[in-house]
């Protein structure tokens, strides 16, 4: 499996992870944004494939992909940082707990 394939492997998880949620958070928001932004690139059946999807999900989420990229601008602006949204415990001790 080369990088590409994984990857594409990955967004659809993603996709389908977001295609559940009817209430997006701003971790889903900013992950709709991206693939958007990725999937506009390229120009195949893959494409065209992951985009319909993506205009399903924030078409059922009451939002254009306007309004999407308008929102995903704010929350960059406001300071957002990927960890700092994290639930995932990351790092060497993350398997430690306090009793």
């Not at 992870?17 to 928001?29: E, F, Q, R, V």
């Not at 415990?89 to 009793?99: A, H, K, L, R, W």
């Amino acid at each position: 499996m080369n990088y590409n394939q994984a990857q594409l492997l990955d967004d659809i998880r993603t996709i389908d992870s977001l295609a559940i949620d009817t209430a997006p958070g701003t971790t889903d928001l900013i992950h709709a944004g991206r693939l958007f932004n990725r999937y506009k690139q390229s120009n195949d059946e893959i494409r065209r494939i992951m985009i319909t999807r993506l205009e399903q999900i924030i078409l059922g989420w009451s939002m254009t992909e306007e309004e999407l990229m308008l929102e995903c601008r704010r929350i960059w602006a406001s300071g957002y940082h990927p960890l700092a949204h994290s639930t995932e415990n990351i790092g060497s001790g993350s398997d430690y707990q306090d009793e």
